[in-house]
């Protein structure tokens, strides 16, 4: 069994909830002179600031659960809590993945050791989330993505992608060729999840849909309503 396990329910309400949650998100202020989504003007811009929002709230979103469930408050996530990286001296948005969270450990410099106003340098011992989110309707930017999947050793792993312009499926069912080719996953549990384009997201009800991958083919675990709501 794994250490620092999510059962599968709990990451279902994580996304079953992402989108009363994203738009709240999007419309904070930004730092370094980034415009809230109220402020953007053009309707990619917005559609960026969603999908970026995304992010956050999963990735926020898992590092609070795997901190609470298994009271470690070692546990940080990349993009993470603003608050926790502001404590701890954390400056990266983002390590190797769009999302990434895992088990940290830290060490001083030999040459500062001793000082107490040097903040420690952090490393990730053990990885447990890493996880792409590519909603540009690109089968290679999916597939550079999906790749990188492959080769990261976290326990879970994840693929975002969108429906597609053909089928709901597409991509998901391109990227089965990278996995009928004799990859090793090991013990990595690896989920697909489809959302529609963010330009379907708000005040236009879509559908997402969950599926891991059993060695031999996806298998849906659960899809359910995206829509988030505007007034």
Do not use: C
């Not at 009363?20 to 953007?40: F, M, R, T, V």
Request: hydrophobic share 35%; charged share 35%.
């Amino acid at each position: 069994m794994l250490k620092y396990r999510i059962e599968e329910n709990k990451l279902l309400k994580i996304i079953e909830d992402a989108p009363k949650e994203i738009l709240s998100i999007a419309k904070e202020e930004g730092n370094s002179g980034q415009k809230s989504y109220d402020e953007l003007k053009s309707d990619q811009w917005k559609h960026r600031k969603l999908s970026q929002s995304w992010v956050k709230y999963l990735s926020f979103s898992l590092e609070k659960y795997h901190r609470e469930r298994g009271k470690n408050d070692k546990i940080y996530a990349f993009p993470g809590n603003p608050k926790l990286a502001k404590k701890h001296g954390i400056k990266r948005k983002e390590f190797l993945f769009d999302i990434s969270v895992g088990l940290y450990k830290s060490f001083k410099s030999k040459k500062f050791e001793s000082s107490k106003k040097v903040l420690p340098i952090y490393y990730q011992s053990k990885p447990i989330w890493q996880i792409e989110s590519e909603l540009a309707e690109n089968t290679r930017e999916i597939a550079i993505d999906f790749s990188k999947l492959l080769a990261g050793n976290a326990d879970y792993a994840m693929m975002v992608s969108p429906e597609g312009k053909e089928k709901r499926d597409y991509y998901m069912n391109e990227m089965k060729k990278m996995l009928e080719s004799n990859v090793s996953l090991g013990r990595k549990i690896l989920y697909f999840l489809i959302l529609p384009h963010p330009r379907d997201w708000v005040n236009k009800k879509g559908e997402w849909s969950l599926h891991n991958w059993d060695n031999n083919d996806w298998k849906k675990v659960k899809k359910g309503e995206w829509i988030i709501k505007e007034k």
